[in-house]
């Protein structure tokens, strides 16, 4: 599990999720008591590398004790 001050990022993928959606996800996520798991995001060109983004998404819900699933 990665530590908040690790986080450096997403790398940019050919076909990967919408960065704006993972964004405002994420900024949803920070700021909310209770968040849900993520919505299910579009796969587009030039999008953030799905895998790291899936296991940030992980590492964050699991911090709070809450399943992706």
């Keep these: 599990m990665s530590k908040p001050s ?3 990022g997403f790398d ?3 076909r990967g999720y919408d960065r704006q959606q993972v964004d405002r996800y994420l ?3 920070s700021e ?3 968040p849900v ?3 299910p995001f579009q796969i587009v060109r030039r999008g953030y590398d799905r895998q790291q983004v899936d296991v ?3 590492d964050l819900l699991a911090d709070r004790n809450i ?3």
């Design 37 to 39: 798991g993520p919505p």
């Design 12 to 14: 940019v993928a050919w």
């Design 56 to 58: 940030r998404i992980r």
């Design 67 to 69: 399943s992706n699933t």
């Design 6 to 8: 690790d986080f450096r």
């Design 27 to 29: 900024k949803a996520l």
């Design 32 to 34: 909310a008591d209770s």
